[in-house]
């Protein structure tokens, strides 16, 4: 059964920095690409970045690119999400996802595995 468990959430001042970390378990992880997201109240989950399973390849949503920086460590069957320049729209849950195949695309249809969720609120 495959799990997947996101930390490392909370509350930031506008500006401030934050990494989110997903530990992944259940299947072979540098055999699968994985994907942030995040939903704040009210609105649909949104992609935020997507990596290949060797993680040589990464997408970015237009709203993250160059703020946050998706990454992964297949040793430890982890993945990261570094997230700078905050600001009070980013505030949400965020979740990470693993997919049966790597779009390099912001197509929801490959992901098969959801965690929870962390919350991040940025504050003013």
């Known amino acids: 059964q495959v799990q997947l468990v996101e930390s490392g959430g909370g509350l930031v001042q506008a500006g401030g920095s934050l990494r989110l970390s997903c530990a992944a378990s259940?299947?072979?992880?540098?055999?699968?690409?994985m994907g942030w997201f995040r939903q704040a109240p009210g609105k649909e989950r949104e992609f935020l970045a997507t990596?290949?399973?060797?993680?040589?390849?990464?997408y970015y949503a237009d709203s993250v690119k160059g703020r946050f920086t998706i990454s992964r460590d297949n040793a430890k069957n982890t993945l990261y999400l570094r997230m700078n320049s905050l600001k009070p729209e980013d505030t949400a849950v965020y979740y990470c996802?693993?997919?049966?195949?790597?779009?390099?695309?912001?197509?929801?249809?490959?992901?098969?595995?959801w965690g929870q969720g962390t919350q991040v609120t940025v504050s003013s």
């Open positions: 996802a693993s997919a049966r195949y790597y779009t390099g695309t912001d197509s929801l249809v490959p992901y098969d595995y």
């Open positions: 259940g299947r072979t992880f540098s055999s699968y690409p």
């Open positions: 990596i290949s399973g060797s993680g040589g390849s990464t």
